[in-house]
Nanobody, 126 residues
Framework: QVLLVESGGNVVQAGGSLRLSCAAS????????MGWFRQAPGKEREFVAA???????FYADSVKGRFTMSRDYKESMVTLEMNSLNAEDTAVYYC????????????????????WGQGTQVTVSS
């Protein structure tokens, strides 16, 4: 079994920054994909960023240039540095992972991931 635990969500003013973390335990993630998704009230869960081994890091257009995802293999942890936050970034942020070798086009699809954290709330106040 795999356990993902997010932390770092908070209330922040527009223009501010936050750092989210996701700690993974259980099966090894040495050859897997890890991603961040978010879901705002009344909206579908949407892709934010993902790291795929040997391929690189991918971002949604809405966060490109503002968010940075990184991965610490030794600690089995991923982080999401979020800068220049705005009201549209308000959502519950979820960490996700899979050990399957999914194709690039599937990185942005929630159903491609097998494991999910409980989510952490990010609220950006204007």
């Amino acid at each position: 079994q795999v356990l993902l635990v997010e932390s770092g969500g908070n209330v922040v003013q527009a223009g501010g920054s936050l750092r989210l973390s996701c700690a993974a335990s259980g099966r090894s993630f040495s050859s897997s994909v890890m991603g961040w998704f978010r879901q705002a009230p009344g909206k579908e869960r949407e892709f934010v960023a993902a790291i795929r081994d040997t391929t690189g890091t991918f971002y949604a257009d809405s966060v490109k240039g503002r968010f940075t995802m990184s991965r610490d293999y030794k600690e089995s942890m991923v982080t999401l540095e979020m800068n220049s936050l705005n009201a549209e970034d308000t959502a519950v942020y979820y960490c996700a992972a899979t050990n399957r070798r999914i194709i690039l086009s599937a990185l942005r699809t929630p159903s491609s991931y097998d494991y999910w954290g409980q989510g952490t709330q990010v609220t950006v106040s204007s």
